[in-house]
């Protein structure tokens, strides 16, 4: 087997387990801080829908839905201070690295991220067993609401003329 093969097939899967979980936005705000600082806390509240009765994607989806989120927060994530020295452009989050910040806590699946190698990642993300979701970002900006529109298939709207120019169509 090739060294890290098998951790990017099962990267990969869990990637195909979150496109297939079905969720619903409960809430969702940003707060700048009102200590002075550039830093915006951004957070939302999902619900997991099933099939069956909501929650259900819990029991086969917790673990995709939680790595899809970090992966595109750790690509979004740049370096913040002196991180630079760790930081890397073409890197990638791994399975590895989601076990690293990942916990069980109270009944609660929780993802904890600050600096991934160089990148200031700063999302938090707890999955209960009735499939309530609660994610938090500091210092990101509004990025989660375009992560959850990703999800939900929207294409973010991009650059594709002069300056300023973006594609209506996404």
Known sequence: ???????????YELLETAVKVEFEILASKSTPSHAGENIVVTTAEIQ???????????????????????????????????????????????VADLFRCLRYERGELRFTSDYVRGRCMKT????????????????RGES??????????????????????TDPSG
């Open 1 to 11: 087997m090739v060294e890290g093969h098998g951790e990017r097939e099962a990267g």
């Open 48 to 94: 997991l829908a099933g099939e069956d009765e909501p929650g259900t994607d819990v029991e086969w989806g917790a673990f995709g839905f939680m790595f899809a989120l970090a992966v595109q927060s750790f690509h979004d994530a740049r370096p913040r201070g002196v991180s630079d020295i760790d930081f890397v452009e073409n890197d990638e989050f791994t």
């Open 124 to 139: 938090d993300v707890t999955i209960r067993p009735d499939g309530k979701v609660e994610i938090e970002t500091r210092n």
């Open 144 to 165: 989660l609401f375009r992560w959850l529109d990703r999800f939900k298939g929207k294409k973010p709207l991009t650059v594709v003329g002069g300056e300023g120019e």
